[in-house]
């Protein structure tokens, strides 16, 4: 099985802007895969942000963005606040399986 | 909206049987995953059905013990879980394609 990689820990500076990145071990992450980035807060369950690599939900802050950078996928925040402090995961789809990374921590500081 | 049940405490080698219930959305046009998490530890894909049910996705490590079935006239996806061992401990949630996730249910592995 595919295994996912993901930054696991990231600062971010409020009003800063960081990127976090999804990749692949079969090699460049492509919209085939759908990738998507969710968002963690200690005690709740996770809330999608973005799926297929760059749509979002009406819930979805407009300073998060999902993109394809150099066969990884990435989500970026520009503008952070100290409410996007939490856990995020990306997924990929292998052919109806899917995967997740293993997370990063962002901390906003 | 989607709302896990059927978690519960269960020795080694048991069974359970998970369900999501899901309402407000077209249920039948969307797949459902399961995904697990142990305490303290990130998200694991567990399964997936496709919208129509015809087409059903495990990871490794539950082939064979775990089975995804869904009734699409109840909105309804089932999760049988077979010989639990306590690596499967965790909270188990449900999610629909597009991402909406339910709260999940707590599933307890041990003697």
């Known amino acids: 099985q595919a295994v996912v990689t993901q930054e696991p820990s990231l600062t971010v500076s409020p009003g800063g802007t960081v990127t976090l990145t999804c990749g692949s071990s079969?090699?460049?992450?492509?919209?085939?895969?759908?990738p998507y980035w969710f968002q963690q807060k200690p005690g709740q369950a996770p809330r999608t942000l973005i799926y297929?690599?760059?749509t979002k939900h009406s819930w979805t802050p407009a300073r998060f963005s999902g993109s394809l950078l150099g066969g990884i996928a990435a989500l970026s925040l520009s503008g952070a606040q100290p409410e996007d402090e939490a856990d995020y995961y990306c997924?990929?789809?292998?052919?109806?399986?899917?995967?997740f990374g293993g997370g990063t921590k962002l901390t906003v500081l | 909206q989607l709302v896990e049940s059927g978690g519960g405490s269960v020795q080694p080698g048991g069974s359970l049987r998970l369900s999501c219930a899901a309402s407000?959305?077209?249920?039948?046009?969307?797949?459902i995953h399961w995904v697990r998490q142990a305490p303290g530890k990130g998200l694991v894909w567990v399964s997936r059905?496709?919208?129509?049910?015809?087409?059903?996705k495990y990871a490794d490590s539950m082939k064979g013990r775990f089975t995804i079935s869904r009734d699409n006239a109840k909105n309804t996806v089932h999760l049988q879980m077979n010989s639990l061992r306590d690596e499967d401990t965790a909270l188990y949630f449900c999610?629909?394609?597009?991402?909406?996730w339910g709260q999940g249910t707590l599933v307890t592995v041990s003697s």
């Open positions: 999610m629909s394609t597009h991402g909406y």
């Open positions: 407000g959305f077209s249920f039948s046009t969307l797949a």
């Open positions: 059905v496709s919208n129509d049910g015809t087409n059903t």
């Open positions: 079969t090699g460049a992450v492509t919209s085939g895969h759908y």
């Open positions: 297929d690599t760059t």
């Open positions: 997924s990929l789809s292998y052919n109806g399986a899917t995967v």
